[in-house]
Every structure is written in C-alpha cells, then in structure tokens.
C-alpha cells in the first residue's frame, strides 16, 4: 500500500526525535512546526518568476557576535522593527538574501516567530559540495530550515541534514556518490599512472615522495564538483560522459557517440594532467615525509599551490561552459576534454529497466520504469548499456544530478545529495 504524503507536522516530529545531541535547543514543538509550515508555504510561491529558495535561522541575533565577518562566522544585519513570521515576507526577502550567501533570521516572540534581520554567512559553507580546500566554519548548533523548491525543505544542525520533506516523502539521509568505493574504483588505472609518472619523476629527488591515492583521487573529484555546481547554477542542464581513457583515435571508448566538436589531442585539452602533476610536484618539495596526502594539500597555504588550485577550476569553469549547447560533454577518466555536443545515437538498445541505488555502493536497489525520465536521462541510461566501465552524470534544469553507470551488469543510478 502507497505511503500517505508526509508534511510539516511530520517533518517536525521527526527532527524532534532525531536532534543531535551537539545541537542547540529546539524550540517548542509547537512552535518548530508553526516555523516549518511557514516555510512550506513560502516554498509554493515565487518572486517575479523566480522560485523562492532561502535559508531560515532560528537563533536570536544577540547571540550572534556584532564583529562577525563573512565566511568567518556571519555578519549581523538587524531590521529597526521586527516583522512577523509570514509566507509572503519570506517569498519578498528571498531575493534580498540569496540561499548561497544569506540567512533570514527568525527568533521566537511570544507563541509566535518575528523575523528580526539578515545573516550573511558568505559561501564558504558550500565547500564540502562547490570543491575546494577552505575550511568550512561552523558558527552555530541552531536550526536552519532550507528551502531549495516547491515542498522541498530541510533542517540542518552545524551544516549535517537532520530530516528533509521532497515530494512528500520524509528523507532522513542524503547520498554523495563521491564519497563512494564504486566510483574511485572506475578511476584507478588513471591514478595508478599519475602516481607512477610522479614517482619516476620524484625519483632523482634527494628525498623522494610520493603521492597518496587520497590526495590523488581528491584534486580530481573537487574538480568535478566545482563544474556540476556551474552546470547547476546556469540553469540550462547538461550532461557529462566520462569514457575509458583510450589511444587518439581508438574507436571503442566513443563508441555509440556522435560528437559534433571533438578536440586535437594536443596538450591544453588534457591540461589537468599537467597541473596535477604540478601540484604534486610542489606538494613534494615542500616536505620530507615519504608521502603527501590531501591532509597535506587542504593545509598548505603557499601562493603557488593557490594558483594551482585556481587553475584547475577555471577547467572546471571550461567543462561546465561547453554544457551550455545542446549533447553532451565528453571527458576520459584522466579527466581530458574529449569534445562536446555529443549525441548518444538512438540505435544503441536501452534498458528494459533501470535500478534507482538506495545506498552509496548499489546494494540495495529498487527498479524503476525509464518511461518517466527526459531524453538526458533516458541517452544516459543507453549510454550506460553499452559502455560498461563508463559513467554519465545527468544534471537537470531543476538543479538534481544524477549519476548513471553499471553495477553488477544492472544500469544503476543515484540521485546526488546537492546543496543548495
């Protein structure tokens, strides 16, 4: 029997019952419910066409320091009157306090909620999702609601999801495949080999290190982060294909393809190769341990290595722009620009069905028709089918990201956690 749709009463029972120990007090069921259902019914309306998307802090603002500064702690901007807690003064402050940057924040008032002000937090918060080194700061263990889409909301305690309601179901866990084993394994030959060309070339160093699978495997998925995340934020949708890494001209890793512009295989095409192997470089000369791991990257604040960094999102900025056309990007496991407006030929067979992953490795799955997905999704599936040790990652208009790929010889995919 179909499970009745959940709703804010239900989300907020649930959030009661599954609070961290760590976090701050909640406030009165009562009154976390009367917050959630107000969000909720902001989420259902928009500004000038715009989706009313927004972050809600439920925390007084004498306890946020006046001397906070952005992506340190916040900066704290209070209204000269309080307002009350109403759908429609969030659907109007939302544009004011974009969801990256901004909190409006809320404090209780008698048996009611007043909004009081503004929070800029700044987008560090993002890292662990956008890529990138930056610490993230944790400057509070209150309540924040996240509203991202119509009925989707969020509570979060110090940055960790608490409990969620999407399309009227209760979420309780998100999935991030880059936290997978299944999906570094795909890309081990290539890391194998960066580590090898880093230790032949480590090897007429005085004291030669090298390079640790972790910070190998790391550099490569913030990268792929940051070019999902822009992807996402031009709100066009696109589809990124990542093939074996094959001799120019081999036919069998773009087999089923059709690709409109295909690059020379020259140098600036396989570019992150070469910063890898510089970061690597730079990481190794600045120690005398046997090995360098990530630990050793997130740390090192020396300007060159920020270049470095630099550089390698600006080709994330470059993936992600050739998503703006209609096909797909296509890039090899060592992370080379193969070419883009690919086209997944419609000869290839599709799945009977495809199998949604309820969990990060495919262990438990359950099947799911291939009738009810667009044309990104279903070229994804077939693209799957036929290139076994590939993956397609589908990011839709919407702003949702899937990734597809073969597990156990089932066309498999997992719905992304994003944020925002």
Request: glycine share 8%; aromatic share 6%; hydrophobic share 40%.
């Amino acid at each position: 029997m179909k499970r009745p749709h959940a709703y804010p009463p239900e989300l907020a029972r649930y959030v009661e019952q599954h609070w961290p120990a760590e976090g701050a007090p909640l406030p009165a069921p009562a009154l976390l419910c009367e917050a959630l259902t107000v969000a909720y019914q902001a989420s259902l309306t928009s500004e000038e066409g715009r989706p009313t998307r927004f972050r809600l802090l439920l925390m007084p603002p004498e306890r946020l320091p006046e001397t906070g500064a952005p992506n340190e702690g916040v900066l704290r901007l209070e209204f000269d009157r309080e307002r009350p807690l109403a759908a429609d003064e969030l659907r109007r402050l939302s544009p004011a306090t974009p969801f990256e940057v901004a909190l409006i924040g809320c404090r209780e008032r008698g048996d009611g909620w007043a909004i009081w002000g503004i929070a800029h937090s700044g987008p560090a918060w993002l890292n662990p999702t956008w890529g990138g080194r930056s610490s993230v700061p944790n400057w509070t263990f209150d309540a924040i609601i996240h509203v991202t889409a119509p009925g989707h909301i969020a509570v979060r305690c110090a940055g960790k999801l608490v409990g969620a309601l999407e399309r009227g179901v209760l979420v309780d866990g998100v999935l991030d495949v880059f936290e997978s084993d299944w999906l570094p394994a795909l890309f081990a030959a290539e890391r194998e080999t960066v580590r090898r060309v880093h230790s032949e070339l480590q090897s007429l160093s005085p004291s030669p290190t090298t390079a640790e699978h972790s910070l190998v495997s790391s550099v490569g998925q913030h990268m792929l982060r940051r070019a999902i995340q822009l992807i996402r934020n031009a709100r066009h949708g696109g589809m990124l294909l990542a093939v074996d890494a094959a001799a120019p001209g081999a036919p069998e890793a773009l087999g089923g393809l059709r690709l409109k512009y295909r690059y020379a295989d020259h140098e600036p095409a396989g570019r992150y190769r070469t910063l890898l192997l510089q970061i690597l470089d730079r990481l190794a000369a600045r120690t005398s341990k046997d090995s360098v791991g990530w630990a050793d990257f997130a740390s090192d604040e020396s300007l060159e290595l920020e270049r470095l960094e630099r550089s390698v999102f600006e080709l994330s900025r470059v993936i992600a722009s050739l998503a703006a056309i209609d096909g797909a990007v296509v890039i090899d496991k060592r992370l080379t620009m193969v070419g883009f407006g690919a086209e997944v030929s419609s000869d290839l067979p599709s799945p009977d069905r495809v199998w949604r992953a309820l969990d990060l490795e495919a262990t438990r799955c359950q099947p799911e028709p291939i009738e009810n997905v667009g044309t990104r999704h279903r070229a994804a599936y077939r693209f799957a089918l036929h290139h076994p040790n590939a993956i397609a990652i589908v990011i839709s208009q919407d702003g949702g990201v899937v990734f597809v790929a073969q597990r156990q010889g089932k066309v498999v995919y997992w719905e992304q956690s994003v944020s925002p």
